[in-house]
């Protein structure tokens, strides 16, 4: 209790002795003097404005190279779409009709063959069952190449669901094309799949012009045979012979 008492007369003591400051601690107000000078002030002011622009320059000038650098990956993207396969296995498939031609097939050479032998003229060392034998190969031809025809017609029209499936998914291909590549690889497939329809076209075209020939082919034939099976009848020989006939069977 003596302990407190102590201490707070010495606080009280120390509290109650005056305060000095040496008068040379502390500058006088009249030592301090503000010079404003307008000219500099201008200047600083500008030399800032022209800094804070060219960093605003360069700032859309990075903003345009980076545009510029996601236009050229965009142009520069594969399309992520292809109808390659589906129009090889098109392709394919009117390609096997074709090849399954029956009789004669779309062959020069058996061609060439077939008009020397089955649709050359008549000779007359033939014998009636030899015309008529060539007569049935040559309706058999042209019945073949009729059926050819229509069996390529089918393929082909076969063909047209899937080309309007592939022609609309290409079409909307190249209107969401992201870039020039993208667009351009749409375009390629859009005329692959044009190039793919011509190839039909032709096919059905020269089944039809084949089937034709065929049976043009054996008309001609038909009317040079007639004439030498005419010539034939009505050559000088014995004439005709009377004989023996039976109408009916007796069993005997």
Not at 70 to 78: H, T
Not at 140 to 168: H, K, P, S
Request: aromatic residues 4%; hydrophobic residues 45%.
């Amino acid at each position: 209790m003596i302990v407190r008492r102590t201490r707070a007369s010495l606080i009280a003591a120390a509290l109650a002795i005056p305060l000095t400051l040496s008068p040379t601690g502390v500058p006088p107000a009249h030592a301090w003097k503000v010079v404003f000078d307008p000219s500099n002030y201008t200047q600083n002011v500008l030399t800032a404005a022209r800094t804070l622009e060219q960093i605003n320059n360069q700032i859309v000038s990075l903003q345009n190279e980076a545009q510029m650098l996601i236009n050229q990956a965009k142009n520069l993207a594969s399309l992520p779409f292809s109808t390659l396969q589906q129009l090889q296995q098109s392709v394919q498939r009117t390609q096997q009709l074709l090849n399954e031609a029956q009789q004669i097939a779309f062959n020069v050479q058996q061609i060439d063959q077939a008009f020397q032998t089955t649709y050359g003229a008549a000779s007359l060392s033939d014998t009636d069952l030899d015309l008529i034998e060539a007569a049935r190969e040559r309706w058999q031809n042209t019945v073949a190449g009729l059926q050819d025809a229509l069996r390529i017609q089918a393929g082909v029209i076969g063909n047209i669901d899937v080309n309007q499936a592939q022609l609309n998914a290409l079409v909307g291909q190249s209107q969401g094309a992201s870039g020039a590549l993208q667009a351009t690889q749409a375009g390629n497939q859009l005329l692959a799949l044009q190039g793919q329809q011509l190839a039909d076209l032709t096919a059905v075209i020269a089944a039809n012009g084949r089937a034709r020939a065929l049976a043009d082919a054996e008309r001609a034939v038909a009317a040079e045979q007639g004439r030498e099976q005419r010539q034939r009848f009505l050559a000088p020989g014995s004439g005709y012979q009377p004989g023996n006939a039976k109408m009916f069977y007796s069993g005997n």
